[in-house]
């Protein structure tokens, strides 16, 4: 079943990274300020913005994780990327005019304008934690197992190749490289991803031949209650959660249409991505099925490395594929390395040193980066706490955290009168029960601990305890706000002049031509109807 790299493949592989590079070098950005260093200087272009979003999403966890999920589970796994869609629409509608209003430059400075400073570097602190483990520990455990299967190479080895040759064009070009290079990776993902699906179809008979050879619950999208990773329960209002989070608060996205030179581009933007949405399921998901149909040993997440190295696949198009896959890799980590590097520097570095130049800030943050690139290489031999499942593990850490996160965010955004200490308050708490339940579940799939309500509380789902979580952390915050509210923080008028939020329309529809958001909700609408479709097909 394994079939080796040919010359032609290797020199495929070689001439993506070096295309990778040239890119990265020749589009670096200006060393003037941080506005360009971080943000590309505010003018990226809504083709740039749809496809690094895109790009910055899909890393090997996603390509690994989706892929074995679909292998063990079915096309179940495919609600994340389906549910996304609606929060990349909600992002570019409601959420980028209150952003670019204010002027921020990270979303945790978003919780300072309401909030405090407190909270601003509370949440930037567990933000940069967050990144460590699921986007770049995580990222280089999926990676190493396609290296292992396909080069032979350990995880350590695949990392620490991987982490050098990322870090270099992350320091030297910052955001502007960053973002030219997953253009490039980004339709390089798409092309390779299609590739790979439609020879292991052909092989497998079709989509027809496909139902064939598998069970029907593998084509059915919502399962039971009762189900151990994705009841409809959880999907419907524990997934959405975390969704609101990542793509709407989490520096490490939203970074890109803080960028936008307009609003108009980043709406447009995240619509381009929420076509790109629709894609995963088929490309990504459906060739586990394909892998389990083609050889039924092999489950979990091997199966996406198992069908890249079957026979299947000419040489050449198989040096192509495996150049998606490390441009995924690659541009998934040299959005955290920056995202990072921007958090330190914004919301910690400078507010202690308010009176450094944007020089000073610049090389705060290269140092930076080159601070995470060592520090990554020294905790590469603690992938080992990966679940094999990686598109479950990843779910399910960021659902402990998140959690906190999009309950404060929303109640910042829908009341007028919150007070600060009573918000740091929430974040903590709400925290502290999340980051609990994470180190629990390693304890016990460690066997460290084996106290049965403890295990029992470990392996209680991970969406239904982020539905939980949530609720418990915007009721604490409402009660807390009842008992100290000072003021108001902000009035509806505020939106226009940016010294403050508030939700309402004019944060919607007061932006650009009329046409402009005619044309827009067009294809909002469009999308959205799409994705019901797929959701009334495979129910």
Known sequence: ???????????????????????????????SNTNEYFL??????????????????????????????????????????????FFLILLGWVIVPIYK????????????????????????GISIFTYIITKILVTLFAGGILFNM?????????????????????????????????????????????????????????FSGLQEKLPVSYFQMFKPITDPDFPWTGIIFGAPIIAFWYWCADHYMVQRVLGSRSIDDARKG???TAFLKVLPLFVLVLPGLITVALYPEAKGDTAYPTLLSSGIIPS??????????????????????????????????????????????????RLTTIAIVVGVLLIIPFVKIINSHIYIFLQSTQAFISAPIA??????????????????????????FGLTRFILELLVKSEVVNYPPLVAYS???????????????????????????????????????GNGIALTSNSVVNVGAVNQVKSNLVLAGFILAITLTIWYIFI
């Open 459 to 497: 392996q209680f789902n991970y969406l239904h305890f982020t539905i939980i979580l949530f609720l418990g952390t915007a009721s604490l915050l409402l009660i807390l706000n009842y008992f100290f509210a000072t003021g108001v923080r902000f009035t509806r008028d505020d939106i226009k002049s």
């Open 316 to 365: 050449g198009i198989k040096g192509f594929v495996i150049a998606g896959f490390l441009a995924a890799m690659m541009s998934s980590l040299s959005a955290a390395f920056n995202s990072i590097a921007a958090l330190y520097t914004l919301d910690f570095y400078k507010p202690k040193h308010p009176d450094a130049s944007e020089r000073t800030l610049v090389l705060v943050g």
């Open 1 to 31: 079943m394994s079939d080796p790299i040919s010359v032609i493949d290797s020199l495929i592989i070689l001439l993506s990274l070096f295309v990778v590079l040239a890119i990265g070098l020749y589009f670096r950005n200006k060393d």
């Open 150 to 206: 396909i080069f032979g190479w350990s995880i350590f080895t695949s990392a620490v190749a991987i982490v050098l040759l990322t870090g270099v064009y992350s320091l030297v070009g910052g955001f502007s490289a960053v973002v030219k290079t997953q253009v490039f990776q980004g339709l390089l993902l798409l092309a390779s991803t299609v590739i790979l699906t439609i020879y292991g179809l052909a092989e497998v008979g079709g």
């Open 40 to 85: 590309a200087g505010r003018n990226l272009g809504w083709f740039t913005i749809g496809i690094s979003l895109f790009a910055t999403n899909i890393s090997s966890e996603h390509i690994i994780g989706l892929a074995g999920s679909g292998a063990s589970r079915g096309l179940a796994v495919g609600q994340f990327e389906l549910i996304a869609i």
């Open 407 to 432: 309950a404060v965010f929303l109640i910042g955004l829908l009341f007028k009168k919150v007070d600060p200490r009573s918000a740091f308050k929430t974040l903590l708490i709400g925290e502290f």
């Open 101 to 124: 209003n204010l002027g921020v430059s990270t979303t945790p400075e978003f919780l300072e304008k309401i909030f405090d400073k407190s909270s601003r570097k509370f949440f930037s």
């Open 270 to 272: 995240t619509i381009l």
